[in-house]
């Protein structure tokens, strides 16, 4: 008896040369076969098996009418904070046969009806949602069925869906009250964009750590910024023009942050002899600037783990519920913040 040799390293070109269709089509096929014809369907998925490409996922796939694709949706790819929560749902969600698109909010009026025509088409399986907003209207009657999804790191109530972040309100409490434990009395805050949630949650514990302090909050030693480098150095060039400027300041990022400690620096003074940065979210950067930024550390490779988690257990047919799931972070402290000098 003949016995088949399945080829360990089999790629889609080899497929196509043993159906003698192109690559192209081998991915119609296997991804999306309603797009071609029965007879070639059975021509490539026989050549997939004979050649040895992932048969068993092959087979998952025709039976269930499942992609094995799941589509991460992140406000911007550019900011470096994401990267690790992507890791941990690749890394995830390889480890389960799932495949991972990325598309970027940042440009959502370019990006939105590609990502309602994956919907529509059942291109995907599964969405991880990496901020507070839908990347399209799902009000409109064609966009309702949509697939399971999971939020990470945001949290908005009113989409109810599994969510998995930190206490944003907790960890910006404890890092505006270290700085007070520091001595400093005139604490400034550069928050984020004001329709975030976390935003908000990171303002109400910068608040409230104030108030708990008998400090008088003051509207002034507000800045805001949209989580970029300028918009942390522009932040500060505002808040340091104050008649009384602020000896310290809490930032919603760490690369505005970084953005405020260049600006600092550009200007002549010494952090944290000067002035005390706390950043928010321990980036890779954060270690290794000059001084190392003093920071809150979230678990985003835990964050992203989780909540790949959390779509594979909706995908597998797993009643889920609606809600937070709370990680621990923790106060890291670098030499961006020092005692107030008498």
Same mark, same amino acid.
């Given at each position: 008896m003949k016995t088949r040799k399945a080829v360990a390293s089999a790629t889609m070109k080899d497929v196509a040369l043993k159906a003698k269709v192109s690559t192209a089509t081998v991915s119609r096929a296997l991804m999306n076969p309603e797009k071609v014809s029965q007879t070639t369907r059975n021509r490539v998925e026989q050549a997939a098996i004979d050649v040895g490409y992932y048969p068993q996922a092959l087979g998952r796939n025709t039976k269930r009418n499942e992609s094995r694709t799941l589509l991460v949706i992140v406000p911007d790819i550019c900011d470096p904070f994401f990267?690790?929560?992507?890791?941990?749902?690749?890394?995830?969600?390889?480890?389960?046969?799932?495949?991972?698109?990325?598309?970027?909010?940042?440009?959502q009026n370019q990006q939105e009806k590609t990502f309602i025509d994956l919907i529509i088409t059942k291109q995907i399986d599964g969405m991880l949602l990496l901020g507070s907003q839908l990347p399209?209207?799902?009000?409109?009657e064609e966009q309702r069925n949509l697939p399971p999804m999971v939020m990470a790191n945001e949290f908005a109530p009113e989409l109810e869906l599994p969510t998995v972040h930190i206490d944003n309100l907790t960890a910006?409490? +404890?890092?505006?009250n270290y700085l007070h434990d520091?001595?400093?009395? =005139?604490? /400034?805050?550069?928050?984020?964009?004001?329709e975030m949630p976390l935003c908000h949650y990171r303002l109400q514990g910068y608040v409230q750590a104030l108030r708990r302090s008998g400090i008088t909050v003051d509207p002034h030693y507000i800045a805001r910024g949209n989580f970029t480098y300028e918009a942390g150095a522009r932040a500060l060039e505002q808040l340091l023009a104050l008649p009384k400027p602020p000896t310290a300041v809490f930032c919603h990022? +760490?690369?505005?942050?970084?953005?405020?400690?260049?600006?600092?620096? =550009?200007? /002549?003074?010494?952090?944290p002899r000067d002035l005390s940065i706390i950043g928010f979210d321990n980036i890779s950067?954060?270690?290794?600037?000059?001084?190392?930024?003093?920071?809150?550390?979230?678990?985003?490779?835990a964050i992203g783990r989780e909540a790949m988690l959390l779509l594979l257990d909706q995908l597998h047919g797993q009643n889920v519920s609606s809600g937070s799931r709370l990680l621990d972070c923790e106060l890291i402290v670098r030499g961006s913040t020092g005692n107030i000098l008498s």
């Open positions: 990267s690790e929560i992507i890791r941990g749902i690749e890394v995830t969600a390889a480890e389960h046969g799932y495949l991972v698109l990325i598309g970027d909010c940042a440009h399209f209207d799902a009000s409109i910006a409490f +404890d890092a505006v520091l001595g400093h009395q =005139r604490i /400034g805050c550069i928050a984020g964009p004001e990022s +760490d690369v505005m942050a970084l953005g405020a400690l260049s600006w600092a620096k =550009r200007q /002549g003074l010494h952090v950067l954060s270690e290794f600037c000059d001084p190392p930024l003093t920071t809150v550390s979230q678990p985003r490779f």
